[in-house]
């Protein structure tokens, strides 16, 4: 019955297996436009590879092709992304754009090609072989969703900073994407040039990669099945028009950008999200039993956790910290207070791996300041942190997020999700009891489900502190916690921090509530233009009389206003 229609079944199919190849991109927030090269270099490469004859008597020849262009799609991938995975944006864009365009110049003047006129080739690969392909790369991306190295994707895309700061290595997981793109594109070339019988330059030009990426962005790049989706509407698109007796040239792609344009505008999903949306929001159920037994331990009480010497940071001419010593025992609750451009969180910047020090020495946890790895490597020893303006991750819900500070103390699962592991079950389990734990210890256990934007600023305050909690930290760095906070949530907070500490948690904290720091921390630093001008105990401290004059204020006694 479909006899008639083989090549537009197949087109469909292969242009959801392209637009798979932008998918995994935008999966981490990235706008690669190179996926043409890619998919030119592997179709010509696998001509050198790929049979005459069918293999063992009635085998396709482009089985050995499929694994030559994945190989080839993913090594120029890495060859090209080790430069321009620097880029972001629409910088990264046009870098993998001309790339494509190198690819596609190279081609059309080589000899081994023929040129411009390309070659022509049996028609090895079949509507069974592309659509199989097809069936195996939904599958991988239906796994991928939410497992551990899924919620990575998301979260590089929602907020690189915050990631790498909840132990996501943000420079592997973008390569890794970047990478799968390029094999993907590759088995895309492969499958075209052995459906069609020919190679040509000109197939993998600009227009496939706009028809890619506009494939990829109508379907939607956040639920698996966007691609297909988008491939099939797009395809459905000329045919309904030819079915309709309309032969003008110009519909077709006005018709696409019309729907594009809408899409962007109202529908930032794609149309698979609109599944999303019709479909009841379910309510996540907590475990009964958030037991975790088997975390790192903490160390002992009064162990040195950071130690700092001569700490400086400076740009340009502007010296933001100098000259700052620290000591950070296991359990204490060390407050710093400051003006507004004392250092405050360019110190925590560089304590955290986000900033590297241009003077002093000292480690965090084992762990050198200005070291080599970013923010990911200090949370895998155990830091994690909050920042004072909330990065949370807006397209995840309450518990995803919490989900994301789980990365650090949780194993992989993607490789033994594909086989339907039980480990993989048990693991996905133990981040999961791990981060309702976490939720109800703040309070937002029956929120779980929602958005972080439908959340009052004091919860979103608290889901972030849940999200650094959900890595088990050995120091926690809150930077301005109790930020838009009243009295009552404020008191609750400085409770919480000492529960922390009574557990054996280190806590760094910034804040310009000082009653709340006064009455919570151990001890306090006062910070003023960079340097430490008084240290230690908290009350103490407040009464100094250069914090009184850089920070605090006196009332008609003298005594420092702070209440």
Avoid at 71 to 77: E, H, L, R, S, T
Avoid at 219 to 233: Q, T, V
Avoid at 235 to 253: M, N, R
Avoid at 331 to 359: F, Q, R, S, Y
Wanted: proline residues 5%; neutral net charge.
């Amino acid at each position: 019955m479909l006899a008639g229609y083989d090549t537009l079944i197949t087109t469909i199919a292969l242009g959801a297996i392209l637009a798979y190849s932008f998918h995994v991109v935008l999966m981490a927030g990235q706008l690669s436009l190179g996926q043409a090269g890619f998919a030119s270099l592997a179709a010509y490469t696998s001509t050198l590879f790929v049979p005459d004859q069918p293999l063992f008597g009635s085998l396709s020849p482009v089985l050995i092709g499929l694994p030559v262009g994945a190989a080839v799609g993913a090594a120029a991938a890495l060859l090209l992304g080790l430069p321009v995975l620097r880029l972001r944006g629409v910088f990264l864009a046009i870098a993998t754009l001309a790339f494509g365009e190198m690819v596609r110049v190279f081609m059309t003047n080589a000899e081994w090609t023929n040129g411009a006129l390309g070659l022509r080739l049996e028609k090895w690969a079949t509507i069974d072989l592309v659509w199989l392909i097809l069936a195996v790369l939904t599958y991988l991306f239906w796994r991928l969703g939410p497992s551990r190295t899924g919620r990575a994707f998301a979260a590089v895309r929602e907020d690189e900073l915050a990631a790498g700061s909840m132990g996501v290595d943000v420079v592997r997981t973008r390569m890794t994407s970047f990478m799968a793109s390029g094999a993907i594109a590759g088995v895309y070339g492969v499958l075209f040039t052995y459906f069609f019988g020919r190679i040509t330059p000109g197939a993998f030009d600009f227009s496939m990669t706009v028809d890619g990426l506009v494939t990829a962005v109508l379907g939607g790049y956040l639920i698996f099945f966007g691609p297909l989706l988008g491939a099939g509407f797009l395809t459905a698109v000329p045919e309904l028009q030819e079915a309709l007796g309309f032969d003008a040239g110009w519909i077709h792609p006005l018709l696409t950008g019309v729907l594009l344009l809408a899409v962007v505008l109202y529908l930032p999903g794609g149309l698979s999200s609109l599944a999303a949306r019709l479909r009841p929001r379910r309510t996540p159920t907590p475990p009964q039993d958030t037991a975790v037994d088997d975390l790192r331990p903490l160390p002992e009480p009064g162990s040195t956790v950071a130690r700092v010497r001569g700490l400086g940071k400076s740009y340009g001419a502007v010296q933001a910290v100098r000259d700052v010593d620290i000591d950070l025992a296991s359990g204490e609750v060390l407050g710093v207070i400051g003006p507004n451009g004392a250092g405050k969180t360019t110190l925590i910047n560089m304590l955290t791996g986000l900033e590297p020090p241009t003077a002093g020495e000292g480690d965090v946890l084992g762990v050198a300041l200005g070291s080599r790895g970013g923010a990911h490597r200090y949370a895998q020893a155990g830091v994690s942190r909050t920042f004072q303006h909330s990065k949370l991750f807006g397209r995840l819900t309450v518990l995803d997020n919490v989900l994301v500070g789980t990365h650090v103390v949780s194993r992989g699962t993607y490789g033994r999700r594909l086989v339907w592991l039980p480990s993989a079950r048990r693991d996905e389990r133990r981040a999961t009891r791990l981060a309702w734990a976490q939720l109800r210890r703040v309070g937002l256990a029956d929120k779980a489900g929602l958005r972080p934007a439908t959340l009052s600023y004091g919860d979103q305050r608290r889901l972030e502190i849940a999200r650094a909690l959900a890595a088990h930290p050995t120091l926690l760095v809150l930077d301005e916690p109790a930020a838009g906070m009243n009295h009552v949530e404020a008191a609750e907070l400085a409770e919480l921090i000492r529960s922390l500490a009574e557990d054996g948690i280190t806590v760094l904290l910034i804040e310009h509530n000082v009653k709340m720091v006064v009455d919570t921390c151990t001890r306090l630093v006062v910070m003023n233009f960079g340097e430490v001008i008084a240290e230690g105990e908290p009350r103490e401290v407040i009464s100094d009389p250069a914090v009184i004059e850089a920070y605090l204020g006196a009332d008609e006694t003298g005594e420092p206003e702070y209440a």
